[in-house]
């Protein structure tokens, strides 16, 4: 059975700082993939990035940047210089298998990361 | 990115009505279609499963008398909650997957959500 473990329920930061937010996740495919969701008070959820088991370069987009590390079974988003508008719920992903049509994806608890000004 | 829309975005019911929820996908045909349920502070739990013309999957402790859906097309999914109660109240969001058959692989694209609330 998968299961994702995001062990930081809360994070408070002031504006600027770097915030890292950590992701474990369990699966016994070696086929899979990972996936990071931001979910701001409106409710609407959205795609941040997706990593297939394959690849494990870490990647970075503006300000985001994500580690992979498949010895530690871990999925780590870094969001630097922070700002308020990141606030918001994130959540990690998986889905196990070759993505088939039916495929389910598991989420995290989520992390509340709060940006202060 | 493709869109996924959802109908309506807030919805407050009396206790025993039915309420419907609608998915469409609207710029692509979505071979699945999900649904979770989501309450306050807490995580996205599948609820079920659906395909175009079947019979949708349900996950366990989800009672599909309660909850029905209907995937009648490509682009459209409903959920029904019958005989709604206050334990319904809920913010209700579903998803849909595009196959990209060429990369073995998918994208999801998930809904708004929709907001119920059960008086």
């Known amino acids: 059975a998968q299961k994702v473990t995001q062990a930081q329920t809360e994070i408070s930061v002031v504006e600027k700082e770097d915030v890292t937010l950590d992701c474990v996740y369990e699966?016994?495919?070696?086929?899979?993939?990972l996936f990071w969701y931001k979910q701001p008070p409106s409710g609407e959820l959205v795609f941040l990035i997706r990593?297939?088991?394959?690849?494990?370069q870490n990647e970075i987009s503006g300000r985001y940047s994500w580690n992979f590390q498949k010895s530690t079974s871990s999925f780590n988003f870094t969001i630097t210089a922070s700002q308020v508008v990141d606030s918001a719920v994130y959540f990690c992903?998986?889905?196990?298998?070759?993505?088939?049509?039916?495929?389910?994806?598991?989420f995290g608890k989520g992390i509340t990361l709060s940006v202060r000004p | 990115g493709a869109v996924v829309s959802q109908h309506p975005s807030r919805v407050i019911c009396k206790s025993g009505t039915s309420v419907k929820i609608e998915c469409r996908s609207l710029?692509?045909?979505?071979?699945?279609m999900f649904w979770y349920r989501q309450f306050p502070k807490q995580s996205l739990m599948l609820m079920a499963t659906?395909?175009?013309?079947?019979?949708?999957?349900?996950e366990q402790g989800v009672e599909k008398d309660k909850f029905l859906i209907n995937h009648a097309s490509l682009t459209l999914s409903t959920l029904t909650v019958t005989s709604a109660h206050p334990e319904d109240s809920s913010f209700y969001i579903c998803?849909?997957?595009?196959?990209?058959?060429?990369?073995?692989?998918?994208?999801?694209?998930f809904g708004p959500g929709t907001r119920l609330t059960v008086t």
């Open positions: 998803s849909a997957r595009e196959w990209a058959s060429g990369d073995r692989s998918y994208e999801q694209y």
């Open positions: 699966t016994r495919d070696t086929t899979y993939y």
């Open positions: 990593r297939n088991s394959f690849d494990e």
């Open positions: 992903a998986l889905s196990e298998g070759l993505a088939g049509a039916n495929s389910k994806l598991t």
């Open positions: 710029d692509f045909q979505a071979t699945t």
């Open positions: 659906s395909n175009e013309g079947s019979k949708a999957t349900y």
